[in-house]
């Protein structure tokens, strides 16, 4: 089987691209799709969950929600909100970023409100037949993005909760650096916690603002081979999404890029 | 006894301080003093030595060898220069900075490199008195800096030698994001491993390059107190280096910094 076939593309990869086009570049090639909450709500949810249908394109995730460090019931509603979303769009999993330091509050203080939030919401994602995902995020943003940071910490807040309701993201650009990183996907796998897999690759120098500074695969520092064996090896099988947050790709036309994602996907696995 | 006897100030804060003028202030105010090789160097070793004992200013450490993940003779004969340096001026310790990923390899190859150059400077430090710091950088700095992440990474290449010859750097900045971080202190007091305790304040946004981001004390996220609190309490009792890399502090007057520096130090520690 050709790898492609697990091929998904992130629209947040061509963030500018209508969503419309997105799809129809998936359908055509037979790729999945990660799709956002602005795209969705600007097209509507019921629209974009036909023309997702329509298409035949299988969503494999919903980004984004989280943001509850500091769990207020604005911030859970939202979430409640996101979980009926990708439900309604048929994506497996909802990817959680978990918010930063809440004003007056320290990161051990953060860790706790997230603790809060997914007890309240991971039953109601269950119900739902939706996977909340946990993501670390690489620790430059721990103070004001996101507190979790490694792999096996995402793997010890999803603990408490049956798999079915909550695992993990596995992002290269976020854990890669990390000593306990193959280790950490063994034991995610073992415990049923793979909920999404996405690609992106590390390339210094970092841009200012450091947001944008995810690299078109193949042009880093990443071994995308090796991560897909540690997490094969697991028994996963499932897609692979390709996420690049990259002003200079922000910047070109989508078809484009989408194109260009594909090549070097291919090209990094070969 | 007050905290400012505990107080060191590292150089590099005021980097383009003149070190005779930064050896005079720490000798009025009874601070500890951490140095650069490279202002060292240009006073001359002989010349640097005497002025710190003229002075009666303690050295807390001399910064920074290592850079040695690909161990060639180079790399090593700087590295024992380096340690001949610290040994001539006092300085209980040497910093390293292990670099980063060379041509053509990955991190965990990096890595292995890393264990290799130890092995090879860790008894010859030990013969000359002067302990190995291993310092874990930010994760942002894997790839192009120092591939050590996290304390309990440093602690575990440190295991095979004796804690007189290799220690680790307790820096802040580096480490208040590891969910590990408390543990690892633990961990490091009771390895007897503690041998630079360093502050300096995590804020955002970093700035383009992200290296010269270093806060000053009192202006981020790091809650210096508790630091302190976790590092006494495995029977630490050695001097606190501030360190800050941050453009802002070096445009200005040394003497500024200096007393700026002392005074952030006394009030997030009040």
Same mark, same amino acid.
């Given at each position: ?12 990869? %061509? ?39 329509? %298409?035949?394109?299988?969503?494999? *995730? ?23 979303? %990708? ?22 203080? =953060? ?29 430059? /943003?721990? *103070? ?18 049956? =798999?079915? !309701? ?9 854990? #890669? ?5 193959? !280790? ?10 793979? %909920?999404?897999? !996405?690609?992106?690759? #590390? ?20 071994? /995308? ?7 094969? =090896? ?37």
């Amino acid at each position: 089987m050709s790898i492609m076939r697990r091929f998904s593309f992130n629209h947040a990869t %061509a963030k500018f691209w209508d969503q419309r086009e997105a799809v129809e570049a998936c359908a055509r090639t037979g790729s999945g799709i990660g799709l956002w909450r602005e795209p969705v709500q600007e097209m509507g949810l019921e629209a974009s969950a036909k023309l997702v249908k329509d %298409a035949g394109v299988q969503v494999t *995730s919903l980004c984004r929600a989280g943001f509850f460090t500091d769990p207020t019931q604005a911030a859970i509603d939202d979430n409640r909100k996101a979980i009926d979303e %990708a439900a309604e769009l048929g994506a497996p999993t909802l990817v959680l970023v978990s918010g930063g330091i809440p004003e007056g509050g320290t990161i051990d203080s =953060a860790r706790e409100g997230v603790k809060e939030a997914l007890s309240v919401l991971a039953p109601y994602a269950g119900e739902r037949g939706v996977t909340l995902s946990i993501e670390p995020l690489h620790p430059m /943003f721990a *103070s004001d993005r996101c507190v979790v940071t490694t792999i096996n910490e995402a793997l010890d807040l999803a603990a408490p909760f049956p =798999a079915g !309701q909550v695992g993990v993201v596995v992002d290269t650009y976020h854990i #890669w650096w990390d000593p306990q990183v193959w !280790q950490g996907i063994a034991r995610a796998g073992r415990e049923g916690r793979i %909920a999404s897999f !996405q690609f992106a690759d #590390w390339v210094t120098p970092l841009p200012a603002g450091v947001l944008t500074g995810r690299g078109q695969l193949g042009d880093g520092c990443v071994d /995308f081979k090796r991560y897909l064996a540690e997490v094969d =090896a697991t028994g996963f099988t499932g897609p692979i999404e390709v996420e690049l947050f990259n002003d200079a790709l922000w910047a070109r036309p989508g078809a484009e890029v989408f194109e260009e994602t594909r090549a070097a996907f291919a090209r990094v696995l070969e």
